[in-house]
């Protein structure tokens, strides 16, 4: 069954907290987007795990150097999965693992900007890597690009990971996403932007169930 990962992608602490806790029954994992976790650090990592205990926390560094000196102290704070560039060295994606493995949990290749994605997600893979994320960035989803190529090649590599899905997924792309291979789709303005954000993750809760 296919995990749903809520992007989280308010600056406003307050507003962070409440979206969370309208989509809490429908979703997985809630995303602590990169600009989010930015502004408001390790204690909202603090405060959405202490409500939150029962869902996995991703907290979206996407970091780019000194991974284990970076991750550590996001997991040891109650985050469940951290990001790190496939555009960054080789050392910074095996530091986040190495991270990620002492404190019971996951690293997450962001496959965003990088140009051989096959190699790079074969690499990480190799280094034991747990997710490889397929990711069109909100800046290139406003130049329309879409994630759904790079899906069906990261998919089609068989790799012994999980694959997540983020770049504008809504609930007319979410079933075939799922459907192409995605073990974790990922959604943000497609909840947060709606009239009632609960009734929309309820309503991709069900589309993903179904599909
Ligand atoms: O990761 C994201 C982006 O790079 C900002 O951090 C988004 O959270 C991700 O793209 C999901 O959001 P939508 O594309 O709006 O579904």
Redesign the pocket.
Known sequence: MAEIQM?L?SLDFDATMALAEQVAPYVDIL?I???CIKYNGLKLVKALKAAHPDKKILV?LKTMDAGEYEATPFFEAGGDITTVLGASDEATMKGVIKAANANNAEAQIDLIGVEDKSAVAKQAAANGAHIIGV?T??DA?AAGQTPFEDLKTIAGLGLNVKVSV????NKDTIQSTVRAGADIV?????IYGAPSPAESAKELRALVDAA
């Open positions: 992007a992608d995303e987007g990169t600009p979206d990711h960035g909100l989803q983020a770049g504008g997924i990922v959604v943000g303005a497609a």
